[in-house]
């Protein structure tokens, strides 16, 4: 086990991610002319409504108050989310009411509202109880010498039989990574995995692992590491660099890294949004017109952005780690093409199904034509243009120079079908 192989890919760079602000640079004093007045609330929603309550001369002045005061607000989301994940990558095992002491004096001076409060606090619980499980599991698991943990041990415990072949293993504040270096013992504790999985989801867990060089297990024996676990099939890693140790030591590095921001994502939840009502009426309804207005409602509202949630997920896991700004355009490129016709990230496609089985339990044929009506219009062209738009919009970021940190920095919070919007911004302030 390797502690400096971090859940935050910014430890080799840490004095970069704090940018000033470690020891106590938030607290230090605020610009002169700082948009939002220290120790108020700016809550974006609020304002928004006021500014368009307003007209002419008076709603343009008020409006661009009010973009001053949301960029800077947004840059102080940034920081602080910059600033925790210096204090973790420090000293991982502190615990919420220590992480959260910074957190107020960026609210003081950023005007945070109790809502983003709220949700930062949750996450930082949802982080010190996640930090407990793998400490507690690494503790059981200990060993005196070298490595400092019994791996045969943990893999056992996690997949019910003893690796055939060499493993290692590494850990993070908030994950364990596992690097197989026989195929087989990777495909057998993907299957146990897959086992322990309820319903379709237990098929994706299979497709997803075919030709992939590391999967995230939403499932193991040990059910406190649900979602934590990392399986690298490090075998597929060396044929694909023939044998060359040096290039599979980094992609084997840059997997780790991949498999982490999809945790960090997990655990942040920037998307989460609760399920509405409309799929129950959808299924209920008598009448057509009602059932094609609540499945179209349905799709738009719940199933949208859970799919773009997910490309978002996605794409900001694939430009992390070790790459150039070129590597990481080519990798968008790709990235593209793969959620699209079929792709190995098609959502839309791999998904659907699931979805329409859903409404075919339920209803008849001709119940049915009213439910495709809905799902082409929401998921025909325009969905296509919208995630072409984001993952753009990305692909220009890095190309102004943003490295991949900055880039997720900036986009982690905001919805992937408002990437495009939220670049041109950057640009027009920019010129």
């Known amino acids: 086990m390797r502690n400096e192989d971090t859940v935050f890919p910014e430890a080799d760079k840490q004095e970069e991610v704090s940018e000033g602000l470690m020891p106590g640079g938030v607290f230090e004093e605020v610009p002169e002319g700082a948009p939002i007045e220290p120790g108020t609330v700016f809550d974006p ?21 009010y973009k001053e005061k949301f960029h800077y607000q947004q840059r102080g989301l940034e920081e602080m989310q910059k600033d925790l994940q210096a204090r973790i990558i420090e000293n991982p095992d502190q615990d919420t009411e220590e992480l959260f002491v910074p957190v107020v004096g960026f609210s003081k001076k950023y005007g945070f509202t109790m809502e983003q409060l709220s ?27 070298t490595p400092p943990i019994d ?45 322990l999985t309820d319903g379709m989801e237990r098929g994706d867990i299979f497709r997803m692992s075919l030709g992939s060089k590391a999967i995230n297990l939403p499932k193991t024996l040990v059910s406190s590491l649900d979602n934590a676990v ?50 129950n009426e959808a299924l209920t309804t008598k009448d057509e017109e009602d059932r094609y207005v609540a499945a179209r409602l349905y799709f738009k509202k719940d199933v949208l952005p859970q799919f773009f949630a997910r490309i978002k997920d996605e ?10 700004s070129e590597e990481i355009k080519k990798k968008i490129e790709r990235f593209k093409q793969d959620i699209k016709n079929g792709g190995f990230y098609d959502f839309r496609a791999n998904e659907g199904k699931k979805i329409v089985s859903v409404f075919s339990k339920k209803l008849a044929r001709e119940g049915m034509i009213s439910v495709l009506k ?58």
């Open 315 to 324: 794409a900001l896991a694939q430009i992390t780690g070790n790459f150039s």
């Open 45 to 65: 929603e609020w304002e928004l409504k006021e500014v368009l309550r307003v007209s002419g001369k008076e709603r343009k002045r008020k409006f661009e108050e």
């Open 230 to 279: 990392t399986l690298e099939n490090f075998e597929m890693t060396l044929r694909e660099t023939k044998e060359d140790k040096e290039s599979a030591k980094r992609d084997s590095r840059n997997s780790f890294l991949h498999e982490q921001q999809h945790t960090i994502y997990s655990l942040l939840d920037p998307d989460r949004a609760e399920p509405s009502v409309y799929l």
């Open 374 to 431: 809905a799902t082409d219009e929401i998921f025909g062209g325009k969905y296509d243009a919208k995630a072409d738009e984001a993952l753009d919009a990305l692909s220009e970021l890095i190309s102004r120079g943003y490295t991949a940190e900055q880039a997720k920095a900036k986009l982690l919070f905001v919805p992937l079908d408002k990437w495009g919007k939220m670049v041109s911004r950057i640009e027009a302030k920019a010129s």
């Open 119 to 145: 949700k930062t606090l949750s996450v930082l619980s949802g982080y010190s109880e996640k930090r407990a499980d793998i400490r507690e599991v690494l503790s059981e698991f200990s060993n005196e010498g």
């Open 151 to 195: 791996e045969k041990a943990l893999f056992k415990a996690l997949f019910s039989s003893s690796p055939q072949g060499k493993i290692e293993i590494e850990s993070g504040p908030v994950s364990i990574f596992i690097r197989c270096y026989d195929e087989l013992d990777f495909m057998r504790a993907v299957k146990v995995s897959s086992l």
